[in-house]
């Protein structure tokens, strides 16, 4: 069973950045194409980025042009910057399409001046 572990997440000031990680057991990161989903108060779990095994890459328009994908053999990044008060969510990772008992609990993110 993977078992997901995101960190990195916290406080910031609209405008401002943070890194997201991710780490799991075994080398799934080079199998499997690797999602950041995330799920804001009261709202539906939605993708926001994806990377491929052969490290392509797709954002949610909410997020293209702020946020950037990137996976080595130990870890999946989300670089995240311009924040918006609207990216306010708590962010897990997961394969894509994601697999129900991948889920972890995820990294809260709070964008608020």
């Known amino acids: 069973q993977v078992q997901f572990v995101e960190s990195g997440g916290g406080l910031v000031q609209p405008g401002g950045s943070l890194r997201l990680s991710c780490t799991a057991s075994?080398?799934?990161?080079?199998?499997?194409?690797m999602g950041w989903y995330r799920q804001a108060l009261g709202k539906q779990r939605e993708l926001v980025a994806y990377?491929?095994?052969?490290?392509g890459t797709n954002y949610a328009d909410s997020v293209t042009g702020r946020f950037t994908i990137a996976r080595d053999n130990a870890k999946v990044y989300l670089q995240m910057n311009s924040l918006k008060p609207e990216d306010t969510a708590v962010y897990y990772c997961?394969?894509?399409?994601?697999?129900?008992?991948?889920w972890g609990q995820g990294t809260q993110v709070t964008v608020s001046s």
């Open positions: 997961n394969t894509r399409p994601a697999r129900i008992g991948y």
């Open positions: 075994g080398s799934i990161f080079t199998i499997y194409t």
């Open positions: 990377i491929t095994s052969g490290g």
